[in-house]
Structure formats: C-alpha cells, structure tokens
C-alpha cells in the first residue's frame, strides 16, 4: 500500500472538479456529493505521484477513463474488506487497461490534509475473471475484493500509468494444499510446468488446472492457487462454485 498525504490545495482543487463532474452529471445534487471530490482526490494524488497529469474536461457524459487509460476507484469502507467495485453499466462501456483501488474518508471538504491509501490495482483482463455481482443498494456492480488485487507499491503504480507493466510475480502452489486436493479427489497430476505455478489434475470426473496465474491455464476449467484453501475446507460442494472452479476465459 501507498500513503499519499494530500494538501489543502490538493483537497480544493479536488472539491472545485468533483463537483463540476457531479452537477454537470446529475440534477442530484447531493447525490455524487461526496463520491466525486473523493474520486478525484484519488486521481490527483497518484498524478502527483506518477507524473501523469489529471483529465480537467467536463464530459456530460462521463470521461473516458481516469489517467492514461487506467480507471481510479476510491472506496470509504473499512480498508481490510474493501472492494473495487465497478457498476456494471460502466463496465459494458469502458475497458480500461487495469484499475487502481484507492482509500479515502470522507472528510474532504473540510479541506485539511488529507489521507488517501492507494491499496492495489488489478488488470482489466483479471478483473474479468475475478469479478462477482454485487449491490449495494443502488446499482448493480462487479466487484472484486482488495485481497484479490496487486498490492500497490510506488514502483509498480509508475509502471502501470507509463505502460511498463512490471513483469507478473508468479508464486508456486502450495503442495500441502494441493496434495489435499489431489486425496479428496481422487486424482493424479497429469503435468506441471517447471516453477511448479500450473499444474493439470486429472480426476475420474474432470481434469483441470491449478494456476497461480490466469495466464497459466490451458484446461477448460481452472483454480486459482489463492482458492485452494476455500475449496479444500469446503469441498465438495465447492467443486460446484463458478467462482472457484471457474471457466478457462
């Protein structure tokens, strides 16, 4: 995680746009009132870090995506069980290359200094696949959990908002969890790849892979390493969860 700790100037100008992008969408006005200037205090907090500059324009429409084709969400619930969520009308709209998940309370228009943790950022095309429904009482969302994401360092945010992705850190599998697996059902490793982070159980139902990466994959059906845990405790019926025993994208 990044601590960015925002200036009374900061908080102005994010209080001065958050509130143009607001009315300029909504005759609400209360409606984005707190939402908006945080957002944005979220973008010109990682612009001061990155060097990448803040989109001021006053789209009716919505701006395209928030900086160099990354879109920045910033969310106020307790920071360990936080969500990027992402509305589902938006998402049908916009593919961005990655998200970036960010923290903020919601004291910005007192216009002191200002705390805003950028927690981690996730690629568009992982978000795709981690993604789970949500509501929250106002629209429909996908959703993946902070846990899921990349955690953010400052050397990485850079990289993602030049575009220099750094290389993916790709762990080995956890072969007590997996050897679990493999007893409960009744399989066999078919293959494993070298590092030991993709290997293909072969079961007398199904044959998939486990992957510590989505990259990996070369079954039709896959689990994350990181879900190795939840499906092992809960097994069987977790062979049944799309959300664990997912389908090769």
Known sequence: MINMF??????????????????????DLDRGKWTHPLGVLSEIGISNLTGVPVDESIHKGGDN?????????????????LDLKVKMSEFNLKKPRAYILC?????????????????GYILYKD???????????????WAVHCNDLVDATTENIINLLNNKESPPIIAKIDTILLNRLQTLCEGSIYQCNPTFSAVTLKTPKATFDVVSDVSLVKADYYILANDLEKIVEGFPNTMNDSNLLREKP
């Not at 100037?9 to 958050?18: E, I, N, P, S």
């Not at 995506?65 to 069980?81: A, C, Q, R, S, Y």
């Not at 923290?103 to 705390?115: E, I, R």
């Open 127 to 141: 978000f795709c696949v981690k993604k789970n429904f949500k509501n929250y009482g106002r629209y429909n969302d």
């Open 65 to 81: 995506t928030d900086l160099n084709d990354v879109e920045i969400k910033t969310g106020t619930f307790p920071i360990n069980n």
């Open 6 to 27: 925002m200036s009374e100037d900061d908080c102005r100008r994010a209080v001065y746009l958050g509130t143009k992008r607001n009315n300029i969408k909504t005759s």
């Open 103 to 119: 923290w903020a309370s919601k004291n910005v228009f007192d216009l002191k200094d200002h705390l805003v943790i950028v927690v």
